[in-house]
T-cell receptor
């Protein structure tokens, strides 16, 4: 079964606007971590933000925030004030407490329009 | 200088050849990982190592082997490359104590093409 689902293959956003990238996950482990990575066209994987299953507040890192809805098993990434340099693939990933690997979603390609 | 480096960055080889991809890190992390990425897919784990004496298979280990030569070095080998191993390969590292909070930091990737 798919552990991480990203239902938006591609998204467009106007420069300076906010955008939400969706991610839902599936786990029965009470301890897990959720991660977002950015992959620009150059190919590297850049860590953006982390949310722990026991964290009470949504994670934020600069213009990135994670809208964590535990009951709905969703961990959407919100990018505020989009910039042209935000155009990239974005991957959601999950690591379960007793599992040694990290599972990735298929990714969402974000294009920021000027 | 990059904390996680991979060599080569690009490689084209022929079916049946032996290939080694190398990863080095200066982050001082104990844990190292090898992933592959195929077009339209996320990353899938090939092998991981929690220290020099610890090697573990991941989701898609068939056709690959690894060696952890030192804390800072983790290499991936394809003993006899085949075309469906054409992919982008990533090395990643993470720090103890790991677990659910284990953030992984990735190298720049190696693009491998098997003809």
């Amino acid at each position: 079964a798919q552990k991480i689902t990203q239902t938006q293959p591609g998204m467009f956003v106007q420069e300076k606007e906010a955008v939400t990238l969706d991610c839902t996950y599936d786990t029965s482990d009470p301890s897990y971590g959720l991660f977002w990575y950015k992959q620009p066209s150059s190919g590297e994987m850049i860590f953006l933000i982390y949310q722990g299953s026991y964290d009470q507040q949504n994670a934020t890192e600069g213009r990135y925030s994670l809208n964590f809805q535990k009951a709905r098993k969703s961990a959407n990434l919100v990018i505020s004030a989009s910039q042209l340099g935000d155009s990239a693939m974005y991957f959601c990933a999950m690591r379960e407490g007793l599992v040694n690997d990290m599972r990735f979603g298929a990714g969402t390609r974000l294009t920021v329009k000027p | 200088d990059a904390d996680v480096t991979q060599t080569p960055r690009n490689r084209i080889t022929k079916t049946g050849k032996r290939i080694m991809l190398e990863c080095s890190q200066t982050k001082g992390h104990d844990r190292m990982y090898w992933y592959r990425q195929d077009p339209g897919l996320g990353l899938r784990l090939i092998y991981y190592s929690f220290d020099v004496k610890d090697i573990n298979k991941g989701e898609i280990s068939d056709g690959y082997s690894v060696s952890r030569q030192a804390q800072a070095k983790f290499s991936l080998s394809l003993e006899s490359a085949i075309p469906n191993q054409t992919a982008l390969y990533f090395c990643a590292t993470s720090d103890f104590p790991g677990g659910a909070t284990d953030t992984q930091y990735f190298g720049p990737g190696t693009r491998l093409t098997v003809l």
